[in-house]
């Protein structure tokens, strides 16, 4: 574990309380040379409703909180090559292939997501992936 993971997954557990979402709340901030250079929650995209969920399930155009930070920085003059991604969950196989795409070299997580595929793909691409509880 490096210096400031933790405190870096703390601050993604208080993003993640901006989320809408009743179902499970996401935080993540991608860090690169020790500076955050965009964060992400799970939501609905911009100027839609917020509202996640319908009947208790989650609707199908609602974006994880990892995709939502990979496409906040693609709009800025930043990159994400190398990045260090904090997430406070495990990430999805298709959020592992947003993650491989955009050069992120690391991800960092608290919460296991019930399926392993994704961190499975990362670890498969080369990317150090860590938990931390």
Known sequence: ???FDQRYLEMAE???KNSYCKRRQVGALLVKDNMIISDGYNGTPSGFENVCEENGVTK???LHAEANAISKVAKSGNN??????YVTASPC??????????GI???V????YRLTDGVDLLTRAGIEVEKVD
């Open 1 to 3: 574990m490096k210096k």
């Open 14 to 16: 208080i993003w993640a």
């Open 60 to 62: 199908p155009y609602v």
């Open 80 to 85: 994400s090559l190398g990045a260090t991604l």
């Open 93 to 102: 196989i298709e959020c592992a292939k947003l993650i491989i795409q955009s």
């Open 105 to 107: 070299k690391r991800v």
């Open 109 to 112: 997580y608290k919460d296991e």
